[in-house]
């Protein structure tokens, strides 16, 4: 399998290059050169399967046989194992025909478990295939670098290394990055705000020379893998209900659109879906985009539902890419359009989208009411992203009679601020993690200077 950027300049790569690389050297984001398919029959003989083979057998195209078989598959597995329910990802029924699919019982309590835990593995086997150690750098706003660390804590040619703004965490987002003691991870807590430490995070991909020569590595959703992993749970779900012979949809709390991309992919690969639901909070770049073709950047706000905080959705570039047709050249001057000043799609591309996409954006004060409304009505605890979704589905979807999957990204135990704003007592953590409060931590504080940060990064990496 080879895979192309969608700005149609940088050269095509393998999949272990695609995995080890990141963004395009063009600007853009790599997508596979042809997108699999799975057969009517492909799809009906996964049903009953367990997740980590339905994964196997989803994912295994896009792999190309880069990875053999009976390695590929003890990744998958070993990914899966982590995850503390047996389905992995349950389906969750909360009214007629309208189903919570779980994406939280990994160890972080948010989906992104689901690609990072996977990601990793694959990382560790082409480091250790190649003879190479790299170094993976991310900086967080609290929520998700613990899913990053989880992923990399067990792999022998990583090192990882999180920043994370001083005092500026919540205690539970804290702990669950520095409670993890392995050798090869490292918190580093910036005295500084989430910007500064993006800002040299960034700074240390565009010039990498502290490093000397050793590899730095992406894990954010613009690498490849996380979109392939994320396939899977579409097809798992879909199946349990009832697909190929049924058609079902799909609402997705969003922000760079990794995630519902991947549930378009696993449209295109031949999974029957009517719709796909894209909520947002008020951060509504994609709502704009998709209901009034307003493709522009907004302020950022601050919301409740923080891991959807976001200017521009990095990964909606990949669903224009297949908009315009792949037409690299069309994208590349929208995209850099859109980077100066506001911007609006071609009309094709555009009625394309709208054919399977609908949005809607939902604000705070709403979500605190959805919170509520739905412990009233069914006895789940939603946390403040779900709550978007659960809030979209129910007011955008197009029929009543085709079953719809709600994503439930996070664990309300990870939000909750939000759900005791919402007027509950206190949200408990699940059974594995209530010692957390009690775990050794470990820490750097750092002030928030490149030259302290990628000095510290270079001495300590193994
Ligand atoms: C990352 C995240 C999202 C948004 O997912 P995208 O793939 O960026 O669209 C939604 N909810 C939670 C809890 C997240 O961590």
């Not at 990601?119 to 613990?146: C, N, P, Q």
């Not at 020569?213 to 959703?221: C, D, E, I, M, P």
């Not at 949809?249 to 519902?260: D, H, I, K, L, Y």
Request: charged share 25%; proline share 4%.
């Amino acid at each position: 399998m080879r895979y192309i950027s969608t700005r149609g300049e940088a050269p095509a790569l393998s999949f272990e290059e695609v995995v080890l690389t990141g963004m395009a050297s063009d600007g853009g984001l790599y997508v596979p050169e042809t997108i699999p398919t799975l057969s009517q029959a492909e799809l009906e003989a996964m049903a009953g399967l367990s997740y980590a083979e339905i994964a196997f057998r989803v994912m295994k195209p896009f792999v190309g046989g880069e990875i053999d078989d009976a390695t590929f598959q003890h990744l998958v597995e070993d990914a899966y194992a982590t995850f503390s329910h047996e389905a992995v990802v349950p389906l969750n029924q909360l009214s007629s025909n309208h189903f919570l699919l779980e994406l939280f019982h990994g160890p972080t309590l948010a989906f992104k478990d689901v690609a990072l835990q996977l990601l990793g593995r694959i990382l560790d086997h082409f480091l250790a295939k190649r003879g190479e150690r790299a170094v993976i750098m991310g900086a967080t706003s609290g929520d998700t670098g613990s899913a990053a660390i989880e992923g990399c804590r067990h792999c022998d040619n990583l090192d990882i290394f999180i920043l994370h703004p001083h005092n500026r965490v919540s205690e539970v987002q804290r702990r669950q990055m520095t409670s993890v003691l392995a050798d090869n991870v490292f918190n580093i807590a910036i005295e500084g705000d989430f910007d500064d430490a993006q800002a040299m995070v960034k700074a240390s991909f565009a010039d990498q020379g502290f490093l000397n020569g050793t590899r730095l590595v992406a894990v954010n959703s613009i690498n490849w893998a996380r979109i392939m992993a994320q396939v899977v749970y579409y097809v798992a779900s879909a199946v349990a209900l009832g697909a190929p012979r049924r058609e079902v949809s799909f609402c997705v709390p969003s922000a760079n659109f990794g995630n519902v991309f991947a549930g378009y992919v696993a449209h295109r690969m031949g999974l029957p879906v009517k719709q796909f639901v894209v909520a947002t909070n008020a951060n509504d770049i994609l709502h704009r985009t998709l209901a009034d073709n307003d493709f522009s950047k907004q302020a950022l706000k601050a919301t409740l539902a923080p891991s959807m905080d976001i200017v521009v959705s990095s990964n909606f570039e990949r669903l224009l890419f297949e908009a315009y047709d792949r037409d690299g050249d069309a994208v590349r001057d929208l995209l850099e359009r859109f980077q100066h000043e506001p911007a609006v799609l071609a009309e094709a591309p555009l009625a394309r989208l709208r054919e399977k996409f609908v949005s809607h954006s939902v604000d705070d004060d709403t979500i605190l009411e959805v919170i509520r409304d739905a412990h009233g009505r069914t006895k789940e605890v939603l946390d403040p992203h779900t709550a978007t979704g659960y809030r979209a589905a129910e007011r955008v979807r197009a029929d009543i009679s085709t079953p719809m999957i709600t994503l439930a990204t996070a664990h309300p135990a990870k939000f909750a601020d939000a759900v005791i704003k919402a007027g509950f007592e206190s949200v408990p953590l699940p059974a594995h993690m209530t010692d957390l409060l009690e775990r050794e931590e470990r820490y750097t504080v750092l002030p928030a200077e490149l030259e302290a940060v990628q000095a510290f990064v270079a001495e300590q990496r193994r």
